[in-house]
């Protein structure tokens, strides 16, 4: 796979420098043993879902229940993927392009406004700053579910419920991304650099987009996929804002479609082949962007 | 988190010469406020203030047109006197005590384990690790819910009359804190892999001079310095732990065993839209963030404190 | 640590957060059902929430109908996200103009005002059309407030292979569903007669249902809801079902899931005392199994009795807040009585037709080879002439249903007998009415 190659590369030539080269190519062990048979009953346990779901991916209604879970039985996956596209009006690729609505819009927006914040949070001195941080700090610890029912009856006073705003505005604030840029601000953008371009006049606006959006790059792609992640996989929200089934996202649509499976058998099935499809782009993205999330975490959250 | 910080001088304070700092500021802040206050400090409010209402019932059997009253505290009462609403914080909290540091003993072995296995395998098990955090909490139950249910899952197939049941009443506990750990044992990982690549290769070099052998390296070094991001971790994992929702939601279908008020969320859940009280719920989700917080500021607080002294 | 000047401004914040969320509030609905003017020739659109595959009917419609277009938007079932769905709409002043509502929960939505009260739209000159009782369920006082759909006249489905290769005799009574039981597991290699789910609290209703107990009864006189789930006819029920765990004699999976529909097809459980409905389920979900199964009356609980229960049961009800109740009614009336529809709903499997019909009129009427070419409806159409139709539901019932399956659950895991757990449900749903608001009070 390309991204076992994109993820080793960086390290290597981070690595390449330091003197002491890794230990490695000595005979077998005990210990190496011991290490290999961990790493790989864990790479099992990781996978066996997985592995499950492509099995089962393959199978008609039928034979689901009626064949070994964990090998093929008359695999079908394309006539499976066909069904399942096509049932109800091409619902499912709605839901598919839902999702990635909802999570693509609502993390660029998110990091952008995080990066912006987290910037003036850094580099400013004014009043109220500590304030406005330890009000950011505390939205981190709150449970996001929990106020998904009181904004729920809020949206539902000026019309919002039901409308794809209901799911992307409360996407769009992330606390942890402010608390991530600020970090990164600190430390990454040097003061100087910003006296520097003042002093050449440059408006701060320009400084921002011009200069720090990329300096800051690495927390940014953090902070991207932190949100991706959480808004694609969200479940509350959309559950309690949406009830027109043209806007759910993936997660919800394939829930609703458990749900009537014991009136419409085949919709197990399509439950089963929806599932493999939704995770294989978040699963392909996952594996190639790995790599700049480490180095955001790293700069950021975790600086001592 | 504050408190990680404390060592570091704030580089802000050198005095600012240029124009209006305060208006770019604000500028810079304006978006994310905006929005930060509207679906973050709002609700909350909103929150606070349906917990103090009740309805009153009127008309022939109650059936007629509700009116809405002023209960001051009494929904408070009523939450805290609902043993199951009390005994899902307990559910939580021993789920939390037992899932957390599994998943987080996981996530650092498996991080210190890496750091032993050349690039590309590395690569490759990485990866393998980290892919559940991709695949939605629903979705994982959903997967998890055909491992488990006995008659369709291939474990009991493969184990025959030895396999538990998984969705039993005394194991769907635990059958829930295995989905939970399957899907971020791999972030936490990440993040602590993040940690081990900051530390300074002389650090290791140094060590080996001494003699220390592999285990004491990661014992004696790596482990003290991967405390912080084990503390913003175990943060996360806290708050994820209070927020319960989507597993017990999804799995409850096939194991009854898990009731309407399983964990605190799916308890306001069920009260605002199964039962029609939202003044109830919003009760609930008040006292639910009341507590996450407090948890939250708590574990920080123990942790700064220990750091202090230990230093 | 946070300064004091910090603190003050958490409080600003905090302060102004009631202020910003001041807005109207509204116990129940909140928007009320008013007929919106409507042009010669305007068409009308109607929004029908429901988790009963439908949309053929709907189709019907639309095409016959070009005025008033419905458009159907399918929704998580009942309880499990459907009626969540619902109070939250109706909270927020948005709802369809129409949904699924089952009988049970009828009462549930008078109690937030989410129903529209349809004789100001002409719902009592309809009322000869339907079958009486199911016609009542949506009658509350002197108002209309649903149109029945359908119910759940039961019956019994058992394998007629099964039964006849281990020669087991069809039940007529409970003792010999019994005596059946124990045959099944001593002859069927693993196989069981049923499974009692315990998170079934609808199904399990049901038996007491026929065996002469009212779980609920509104006291009109004193305003009192009455609550009599620990009567000696449900606990005569409870003690019997108690026996069959006991002795193993039944599985214990939770029913219309994966492994219950791998059982079912694999003849590992062999028979199933259920509604009407479930004839769908059994043809869409164990296709394998054609042909063996056959359909008779549920077990007597004394011999030579009739008695006969309902399990489940559906109205299409006309939300608060509808724009064009006028229309809605129009076309609620007309998908559960117009004979092309019915016929379009039963291939759905969507139960008993509320309707009065002819048997032989309709699809249900015709031999039916999934059944060795029984024409199985007959036996639900008597069974639903003896289901006793005084039977109420109360107004919290989701509550006393997830009351009833969290005892019953405790009680088989920790092996007590399910006769305390319907003892410990009887105050709990008492405190659930009371809690509403309600007068209420054990039997």
């Known amino acids: ?59 008609s209604t039928d034979r689901l229940y009626g064949s070994f879970g964990l090998w093929f039985d008359d695999p079908r996956l394309l006539s499976n993927l066909g069904d399942i596209f096509s049932y109800d009006d091409h619902v499912y690729l709605r839901w598919v392009l839902n999702s990635a609505l909802y999570a693509g819009l609502g993390a660029t927006l998110a990091t952008l406004f995080s990066a912006a914040a987290g910037f003036a949070l850094a580099k400013y001195r004014f009043r109220g700053r500590e304030a406005v941080f330890k009000t950011v700090l505390a939205g981190v610890l709150l449970p996001q579910t929990a106020l998904a029912l009181p904004l729920y009856l809020m949206f539902s006073q000026i019309s919002l419920v039901n409308t794809y705003w209901a799911v992307l505005l409360p996407s769009i604030a992330s606390p942890f991304g402010v608390y991530l840029c600020r970090v990164y601000a600190e430390s990454a953008v040097p003061d100087s650099l910003l006296e520097a371009a003042r002093v050449d006049g440059a408006h701060e606006t320009r400084i921002f987009f011009g200069l720090v959006l990329r300096i800051m790059s690495p927390a940014l792609v953090t902070v991207f996929l932190f949100q991706f992640v959480g808004i694609w996989n969200n479940y509350f929200l959309p559950l309690v804002m949406l009830s027109d089934d043209r806007k759910y996202p993936v997660t919800l649509g394939l829930t609703t479609w458990k749900g009537a499976a014991d009136r419409v058998p085949e919709l197990t099935q399509y439950t089963i082949g929806g599932a493999f499809v939704s995770v294989i782009p978040l699963a392909l993205a996952i594996l190639v962007l790995q790599r700049y999330w480490r180095t955001g975490l790293t700069e950021g959250s975790v600086k001592e | 988190m504050t408190t990680t910080r404390t060592g570091s001088p704030t580089p802000a304070a050198t005095g600012r010469r240029s124009p209006r700092p305060d208006r770019a500021a604000w500028g810079f802040l304006a978006p994310f406020l905006a929005v930060f206050l509207f679906t973050f400090v709002a609700p909350i409010g909103y929150a606070v203030y349906q917990s103090l209402l009740t309805v009153e019932r009127h008309g022939p059997m109650g059936l007629g047109e509700p009116t809405l009253g002023f209960a001051g505290l009494d929904n408070y009462t009523l939450a805290l006197q609902q043993t199951s609403f009390i005994e899902s914080f307990g559910r939580v909290f021993l789920f939390g005590l037992v899932q957390i540091p599994v998943m987080l003993f996981l996530a650092v072995t498996l991080a210190l384990l890496l750091e032993h296995v050349s690039g590309r395998w590395a690569g490759v098990l990485r990866a393998t690790y980290f892919l559940p955090y991709g695949v939605p909490g629903v979705i994982a139950t959903i997967l998890w819910g055909f491992l488990y249910v006995p008659g369709v899952s291939p474990i009991s197939d493969l184990l025959g009359g030895a396999a538990p049941d998984f969705l039993a009443y005394d194991n769907v506990l635990w059958s829930l804190a295995n989905i939970v750990i399957w899907e971020f044992t791999g972030y936490n990982m990440l993040i602590v892999v993040a940690q081990l690549r900051s530390i300074p290769q002389e650090l290791y070099e140094a060590a080996t001079i001494d003699g220390a052998g592999p285990w004491q390296t990661a014992l004696r070094i790596k482990l003290p310095l991967i405390r912080p991001a084990l503390v913003l971790t175990c943060v996360f994992s806290i708050i994820g732990t209070m927020q319960l929702f989507a597993e017990p939601l999804i799995i409850k279908l096939q194991a009854p065993a898990v009731t309407g008020d399983y964990t605190p969320n799916l308890s306001a859940y069920n009260d605002g839209f199964a039962n029609a009280n939202v003044y109830l719920a919003a009760t609930k989700s008040v006292i639910l963030a009341v507590v996450a917080c407090a948890l939250s500021f708590a574990f920080l607080s123990l942790v700064t404190r220990k750091q202090r002294s230990e230093r | ?121 002409g719902a009592d000159k309809l009322e000869g059309a ?59 290699r693993g196989a069981r007669i049923c499974t009692f789910p315990p998170a079934s609290a609808m199904w399990f209703a049901a038996f007491p249902w026929q065996r002469g107990a009212h779980w609920i009864q509104a006291d009109l006189e004193t305003d009192t809801w009455v609550v009599d789930i620990d009567g000696k006819e449900s606990l005569e029920v409870a003690d019997f079902w108690d026996g069959l ?58 011999p030579g009795a009739t008695a006969s229960s309902n399990y489940g049961g559906s109205s299409t009800a006309i939300l608060q807040g509808t724009r064009h109740p006028v229309e809605a009614l129009q076309f609620a009336h007309w998908l559960n009585t117009d004979p092309g529809s019915i016929d379009l709903l039963i291939g759905a499997g969507y139960g008993w037709p509320a309707a009065r019909i002819e048997l032989e009129q309709t699809a249900l009427g015709k031999p039916d080879p999934f059944f060795g070419g029984q024409v199985y409806n007959r036996v639900f159409q008597e069974s639903d002439r003896n289901v006793d139709t005084s039977w109420q539901w109360a107004p919290t019932t989701t509550q006393s249903f997830s009351h009833i399956q969290d005892a019953f659950g405790k009680a088989i895991a920790q092996r007590e007998p399910l006769v305390d757990a319907l003892r410990d449900a009887q105050g709990r749903v008492v405190d659930d009415l009371k809690a509403k608001g309600l007068k209420a009070r054990g039997a």
């Not at chain 3, 209309?144 to 394998?159: E, L, N």
């Open chain 3, 245 to 302: 765990v006991r002795d193993d004699l039944v599985a214990l999976m939770p029913d219309l899931q994966g492994g219950w529909y791998r059982a079912v097809q694999t003849g590992d459980l062999v028979s199933w005392p259920s509604a009407q409905w479930g004839d769908a389920l059994l043809r869409g979900n164990a296709p394998g199994t054609k042909g063996k199964w056959r359909v008779t009356q549920l077990p007597q609980w004394e």
């Open chain 3, 1 to 121: 640590m946070p300064t004091r000047r910090d603190v003050l401004a958490w409080g600003a914040a905090v302060a102004a957060a009631p202020a910003l969320a001041a807005c109207a509030e509204s116990p129940g609905a909140a928007r009320r059902t008013e007929q919106a003017e409507r042009r010669p020739g305007q068409k009308v659109n109607l929004v029908f929430w429901s988790w009963v595959p439908l949309q053929k009917a709907v189709a019907l419609w639309n095409r016959t109908h070009p005025d008033i277009h419905v458009e159907v938007q399918i929704i998580p079932a009942s309880t499990s996200g459907g009626y969540q769905k619902m109070h939250a709409s109706l909270k927020a002043g948005t709802p369809p103009d129409l949904a699924q509502v089952e009988f049970y929960a009828l009462p549930e939505f008078m109690l937030v005002n989410g129903l529209t009260e349809l004789t100001a739209y």
């Open chain 1, 1 to 59: 796979m390309s991204a076992t190659t994109t993820t080793t590369d960086p390290d290597a030539a981070r690595r390449a420098p330091v003197p002491a080269p890794p230990r490695r190519r000595r005979p077998p062990r005990p210990g190496r043993i011991l290490l290999v048979a961990v790493l790989a009953i864990a790479a099992g346990y990781f996978l066996l879902p997985v592995y499950w779901l492509v099995v089962a991916a393959t199978k």
């Open chain 3, 130 to 188: 339907y079958v009486d009782w199911q016609w009542r369920q949506g009658v509350f006082g002197d108002g209309v407030y649903a149109i029945p759909q359908a119910s759940g006249p039961m019956g019994y489905y058992y394998r007629q292979d099964l039964f006849e290769r281990w020669d087991v005799d069809v039940p007529r009574t409970w003792d010999e569903f019994r005596q059946a039981a124990i045959k099944i597991r001593k002859r069927g």
